[in-house]
């Protein structure tokens, strides 16, 4: 079965992942090797307003539109996918809120998929201005814990990742640089 090579890049809320994979899109929208996928979470919430927050079947129906979205990816066949978060968020969401049993359910869902990611580039949350938006609404103290249970969870899970610094400039010229190193 066919894999590409698939880049998440990850971070709690306002770390600039969208910016960046906006960015990144736009410079290389001729290239039809890379597939970019846009954040679920952002889609579900703008589709739900009324259900931003962080229960279980709120991040299981967002685990269920990811892996939509990243199979409609996989489906145009390119050498590489880059997305906007990982289908992992939904653990540290849910496991944030104290929800252990929620988080282990997720994970058991997630096991066999987590292989599919190459790479991790997360997002260093302290080079960058916390602001929230109308669909993210979590405090910086939250983002901070997300941060931590991602670096926790890679070095565990023995995931390879990356820790991308810097002004938006600066990622965005680091994360073309990986996406080129593996086209």
């Keep these: 079965m066919y894999h590409p ?5 990850v971070g709690g809320s306002s770390t600039g992942k969208t910016t960046l994979i906006k960015l990144l899109e736009k410079k290389l929208k001729d290239n039809h090797d890379v597939v970019f996928v846009h954040e679920s979470a952002r889609q579900f ?8 927050n962080f229960t279980l079947d709120v991040q299981d129906k967002i685990l269920d539109l990811v892996l939509k979205n990243e199979r409609e990816a996989m489906e145009k066949n390119p050498k590489l996918i880059v997305t906007d978060t990982s289908a992992l968020e939904v653990m540290f ?3 944030v809120q104290g929800n252990a049993l929620g988080e282990d359910y997720l994970y058991k ?4 998929y987590i292989p599919t990611y190459t790479k991790f580039l997360i997002l260093n949350p302290e080079d960058v201005r916390f602001e929230n938006d109308e669909i993210r609404t979590e405090s ?19 995931l390879p990742f990356e ?3 810097g002004t938006i400039p600066e990622r965005a010229k680091r994360i073309n640089d990986i996406i080129y190193s593996y086209l």
Excluded at 45 to 52: E, G, Q, T, V
Excluded at 140 to 158: G, S, V
């Design 163 to 165: 820790m991308i610094s």
């Design 5 to 9: 090579t698939k880049l998440a890049v």
């Design 140 to 158: 910086k103290e939250t983002r901070d814990k997300i941060h931590t249970l991602m670096i926790d969870f890679y070095h565990k899970e023995h």
């Design 45 to 52: 919430f703008s589709l739900n307003p009324d259900k931003i």
């Design 93 to 95: 969401y849910t496991k």
């Design 109 to 112: 869902r997630l096991k066999k």
